[in-house]
């Protein structure tokens, strides 16, 4: 039978304080609940030991607290770990986890698919596509705390110590959830993770990158992947509508940007198609007045993707030029292969193994 209760997670503080208004508690009450779900981490009313058993009681009936359903769970050869959750609706998103020595980064979703279709990306290609809700994407963060088990909110010593909207679905195409939900982990009676952790990452939605930078605050990462408007048209659609020099305009203006506090572009690395050294060259002559970083992402193949990741010369050679140029230009390491922890893949494989096991034997 489904939960008719409401479920509080995703409203804001704002929210939370009316909807416990209407149900007859003080403004503390919200605070003493906001507290015990986002910093305490309490799933369970029950457990709100600050509250009387009778007021515990009376909302467990009203509403919920509780995470989406966990399809699937896998923690990969080197302890990236990713979660494919199911929504009340039996939509599905992943979260992936991915620990590194002194600090961890969180790979959270904004969309069930995409509506874009960059011609590199397996999001893309899926066929459902829903905005997921503030609520949804704030659970994502929470199921990651409670697996790694850092409850109440430390403010030092995390191991899950930034969040980068850099899953399934474009970000700015859910600006209000996304930001409300941001909101909510940034708070920081809650979850508490700073605007400087948090990096969301667009393909290029020009109108919302300003206000992206003057609402949030967070870190931006530019999907470029390509140095001409020509090329980048067949990567990432959505240049023919923001072009490469208004996206440009956009980091420039981007509000917070500094030396400091750069902007990354992501690279993603495919064979012969956006690697030569006359690219690299033009990207540095692109970024030239931006305070830039590049992160050069090997592609990650799946199956009847038609590109193939560029060979490891042709990388170092790529990055090289960018370094003579002063911009960092890291090669990430790919993580969790053996879990296919890269954008949208583990959705697909589990779709891909269904189709298996129902496909008529041979
Ligand atoms: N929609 C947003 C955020 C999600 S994608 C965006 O496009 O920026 C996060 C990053 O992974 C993007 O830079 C995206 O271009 C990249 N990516 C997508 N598919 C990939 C693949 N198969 N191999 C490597 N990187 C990929
Ligand atoms: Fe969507 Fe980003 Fe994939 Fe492009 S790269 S299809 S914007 S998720």
């Known amino acids: 039978m489904s939960d008719t209760r409401t479920n509080l997670i995703g409203l804001d503080r704002a929210e939370l304080t009316a909807e416990m208004a209407a149900f007859g508690e003080k403004p ?3 605070r003493q609940i906001w507290q015990a779900m986002y910093f305490q981490g309490v799933a369970d009313f029950s457990d709100m ?3 009387s058993k009778d007021l515990r009681a009376r909302l467990a009936e009203r ?30 998103a992943e979260t992936v986890f991915i620990p590194e020595d002194d600090r961890g980064a969180l790979c959270v979703s904004s969309q069930v698919g995409c509506t874009l279709t960059c011609s590199f990306c397996h999001t893309g290609t899926q066929r459902l596509v829903r905005n997921l809700t503030a609520g949804e994407i704030v659970a994502q963060v929470m199921i990651a705390r409670d697996a790694t088990g850092e409850w109440p909110s430390a403010q030092e010593d995390r191991l899950m110590s930034n969040i980068v909207m850099m899953g399934m679905g474009e970000p700015l195409l859910n600006y209000d959830n996304v930001a409300k939900a941001l909101g909510i982990v940034m708070d920081g009676e809650g979850i508490a993770i700073s605007k400087r952790r948090i990096t969301l990452s667009t393909s290029g939605v020009v109108p919302l990158i300003r206000r992206c930078g003057e ?13 001409t408007d020509e090329l980048r048209d067949v990567l990432v659609p959505i240049n023919k509508r923001y072009p ?7 980091c420039r203006e981007y509000p917070g940007s500094s030396n400091a506090r750069r902007i990354t572009f992501e690279y993603v690395m495919l064979n012969g198609i956006n690697d030569s050294p006359a690219e690299a060259h033009e990207l540095v002559r692109l970024v030239k007045d931006i305070p830039a970083k590049f992160n050069l992402i090997p592609f990650n193949p799946w199956p009847g993707a038609i590109y193939t990741c560029s060979s490891n010369n042709a990388m170092h050679r790529f990055a090289k030029i960018l370094n003579d140029a002063g911009l960092s230009a890291p090669i990430r390491v790919p993580r969790g292969r053996d879990i296919m922890a890269a954008c949208g893949q583990l959705k697909s494989a589990s779709q891909h193994a269904r189709l298996k096991a129902n496909a008529p034997a041979a």
Not at 215 to 227: D, M, Q, T, Y
Request: charged fraction near 20%; charge should be neutral; avoid cysteine.
């Open 244 to 250: 490469i020099a208004e996206l440009l305009q956009a």
């Open 63 to 92: 509403y919920s607290i509780a995470r989406p359903d966990i399809s699937r769970a896998l923690v990969s050869e080197d302890n990236s770990r990713k979660w494919l959750l199911r929504f009340a609706d039996g939509n599905q």
């Open 215 to 227: 609402e949030l605050g967070v870190n931006l990462a530019i999907s470029l992947h390509a140095p």
């Open 28 to 30: 503390f009450r919200a």
């Open 49 to 51: 030991t600050t509250l």
